[in-house]
């Protein structure tokens, strides 16, 4: 029988995990990680965070370019990081971009759910929020994209994923949470036909949009990250795009500067995936049978595993 999670123990999480495979990954070297690289996944450095978050919002602007109104063309992008949204409407206004010519369009990830609705655009916490505030009404007006082609998982989550079969999704951006989830992908419960085994890489890219229940590890990050550490105010359901929808984009991007997750979770996603090793418990390792990801790292972010008293 695997490990108890030591966060956790009714959830399935990376603690669960050999403890020789723990191990493998903290040793990682930068120059390690770069040789995981292989084809299907590609480890990429930069040296600043200026050129980071650049490189980021471009991938925008180069998938809004392939778009014509008979050819929808989109991203699904984050809130976390969001350094990149303000970079992303400053050049659609200086490139004199027109979005809504082109027909492009744009996914939300995710957005958080409190008794049993997706929070309104006027929650302080809401990703939509977040996302017209610092990306789309910076746009100048006339260079938009209009309303119905920005999509996010709030009301029919059907009709949501549905629309990745009619505009192209050519790249789905993410962050890595703690508990090492793309969006709000995160690990099962432990429990019922998942009491003794998460379940199998197989059965988890079977999941589309819908209703999740946060880890624990989730909760507390995000409050550490958006809500000034007050736990409670974090909601513990959210709406979150699928594997099923990840696995019809053109490629996974996952952007790490070293403030969301830690040197050790940076390090374990890049050697489960490079290493394809896929496991549930460590949802962003079932990216390794994707056929196209890129891991995006800060080189002054990844820091190191050694243990250093504060």
């Not at 050049?91 to 744009?106: D, I, M, Q, R, T």
């Not at 819908?210 to 990250?225: E, F, G, K, S, W």
């Not at 997750?261 to 940076?266: A, K, L, S, T, V």
Request: glycine share 8%; charged share 20%.
């Amino acid at each position: 029988m695997r490990a108890k999670s030591v966060v956790a123990p009714e959830w399935w999480d990376f603690t669960t995990l050999d403890r020789e495979l723990l191990n493998d990954a903290a040793d990682l070297t930068e120059k390690d990680m770069l040789q995981l690289s292989r084809p299907g996944f590609q480890v990429v450095f930069y040296d600043t965070l200026e050129e980071f978050y650049l490189a980021e919002a471009l991938e925008y602007i180069e998938a809004w370019k392939q778009s014509t109104p008979d050819n929808p063309v989109g991203v699904c992008g984050p809130i976390g990081p969001t350094e990149q949204l303000s970079l992303v409407a400053r050049l659609v206004n200086s490139l004199e971009l027109n979005l809504g010519k082109k027909g492009a369009c744009f996914w939300g990830m995710d957005e958080w759910v409190l008794d049993g609705q997706t929070v309104p655009e006027s929650h302080p916490m809401s990703f939509k929020k977040a996302d017209m505030e610092l990306c789309f009404n910076r746009m100048e007006p006339a260079l938009r994209m209009p309303e119905e082609n920005m999509l996010f998982p709030t009301g029919d989550l059907s009709a949501f994923s549905a629309s990745f079969d009619s505009m192209r999704c050519a790249v789905m951006q993410g962050g890595q949470g703690d508990v090492k989830h793309w969006a709000f992908n995160d690990p099962v419960k432990r429990e019922g036909a998942y009491a003794n085994e998460p379940p199998s890489p197989a059965e988890y890219r079977k999941l589309g949009t819908r209703l999740v229940d946060l880890h624990p590890m989730t909760i507390m990050q995000n409050a550490r990250t958006s809500g000034g550490g007050r736990i409670s105010e974090v909601p513990t359901q959210a709406t979150t795009v699928g594997p099923v929808e990840t696995w019809k984009t053109d490629k996974v991007s996952i952007w790490q500067a070293g403030m969301h997750d830690n040197p050790f979770g940076m390090r374990l996603t890049t050697f489960m995936i490079g290493r394809q090793i896929p496991d549930s418990a460590v949802p962003m390792s079932l990216l390794a049978d994707h056929p196209n990801v890129q891991f995006n790292f800060y080189r002054g972010g990844i820091g190191s595993c050694e243990v250093e008293m504060h």
